[in-house]
């Protein structure tokens, strides 16, 4: 298992320079609208998974209120457990990925979202909503 934390930067982006811009507050949960995952976005996420776990199906995205340009994503990991993650994208690679809830974080190894300077926490709109989608 991989106990480093990492982000990447894409498209001239750094992690610190991301989209992930807060509108303030907590806005009401998502009228969730589940969407798909494209295949190149899942198996981008997919290498930041610990050794020893994948994802069990496919994965769902909620467009979250709470923030302009960030995607909830979540999905069956190894063990039945749901993980979600926040992206700015579901259709590529050109953003970068962050572990939401308990799960996420530990099965991956994708920074935690609430560390970053705009934190996203689990209870950001669209979480419930995406974990909705998968269960």
Same mark, same amino acid.
């Given at each position: 298992?991989?106990?480093?934390?990492?982000?990447?930067?894409?498209?001239?982006?750094?992690?610190?320079?991301?989209?992930?811009?807060?509108?303030?507050?907590?806005?009401?949960?998502?009228?969730?609208?589940?969407?798909?995952?494209?295949?190149? %976005? %899942?198996?981008?996420?997919?290498?930041?998974?610990?050794?020893?776990?994948?994802?069990?199906?496919?994965?769902?995205?909620?467009?979250?209120?709470?923030?302009?340009?960030?995607?909830?994503?979540?999905?069956?990991?190894?063990?039945?457990?749901?993980?979600?993650?926040?992206?700015?994208?579901?259709?590529?690679?050109?953003?970068?990925?962050?572990?939401?809830?308990?799960?996420?974080?530990?099965?991956?190894?994708?920074?935690?979202?609430?560390?970053?300077?705009?934190?996203?926490?689990?209870?950001?709109?669209?979480?419930?909503?995406?974990?909705?989608?998968?269960?």
């Amino acid at each position: 298992m991989s106990m480093s934390r990492r982000a990447f930067s894409f498209g001239g982006i750094s992690a610190g320079m991301l989209a992930l811009i807060g509108c303030g507050g907590k806005a009401e949960e998502s009228a969730a609208v589940c969407e798909s995952v494209s295949a190149e %976005t %899942t198996a981008w996420i997919a290498q930041g998974l610990n050794d020893g776990v994948a994802f069990v199906g496919s994965l769902s995205a909620v467009k979250s209120k709470d923030f302009e340009k960030v995607w909830m994503v979540a999905g069956k990991v190894t063990g039945d457990s749901v993980g979600v993650w926040a992206i700015n994208t579901i259709t590529d690679t050109s953003g970068t990925v962050y572990s939401v809830n308990n799960v996420a974080q530990t099965s991956s190894d994708w920074i935690h979202s609430e560390t970053i300077k705009t934190p996203i926490k689990a209870s950001a709109d669209g979480v419930s909503a995406v974990l909705k989608c998968v269960r």
